[in-house]
């Protein structure tokens, strides 16, 4: 099986990445043919993900994101998986190469802030679902800043990613 890793860097910038580097050497043992396609290289202080031998790699900041992604088209994986891009837009594309399992490491399309936390009167975890009744509880609750035009630009790119998710086979989280 060829199977692609798509992720925003190419780093070990946190436990996204390590999560995601775990199982790459045990898919090569077993026979599949690997891929890394990633957003940027940075930040330049992490090492890189670890790859086994013969890992094909596409940057988008190295080759343009329309490069990359034909050249992740060409390559045909049979599957894709999807660890999340800063750009919202490289998820919506990516979805399209290949059937694809999503695997959010915050709280990608399900908070405005992404903290998923009501800050006033006391600070708790917000259980609510992701949609316009956020944008009323926005400021009531400090859910996030105070600056209405950074809400709405955040509602609206959280909007799209949560309709990014809808066009993946499957969405996986690693939790407990």
């Keep these: 099986m060829r199977i692609a890793v798509v992720n925003w860097t190419n780093r070990v910038a946190g436990g996204a990445e390590a999560t995601l580097a775990a199982p790459l050497p045990a898919f090569a043992a077993e026979g599949h043919t690997l891929a890394l396609w990633h957003e940027i290289d940075r930040p330049a202080d992490r090492d890189a993900i670890p790859l086994p031998g013969g890992t094909a790699v596409w940057s988008a900041e190295r080759l343009g994101a329309p490069a990359a992604l034909a050249a992740l088209r060409s390559w045909r994986p049979d599957v894709v998986l999807a660890h999340g891009m800063r750009d919202p837009t490289l998820d919506r594309r990516i979805a399209d190469v290949a059937p694809g399992v999503f695997f ?55 909007r799209a990613r949560l309709a990014t998710l809808h066009r993946f086979r499957y969405v996986t989280v690693l939790s407990e």
């Excluded at 908070?111 to 609510?128: H, Y």
């Excluded at 944008?135 to 959280?158: E, H, I, K, S, W």
């Design 104 to 158: 959010p490491h915050n709280y990608f399309g399900t908070c405005i802030s992404g903290n998923k936390t009501f800050t006033f009167p006391r600070t708790r975890p917000c259980a609510e679902r992701f949609g316009w009744p956020c944008l009323l509880r926005y400021y009531p609750r400090r859910t996030g800043g105070l600056n209405p035009v950074t809400m709405m630009r955040a509602f609206r790119r959280q």
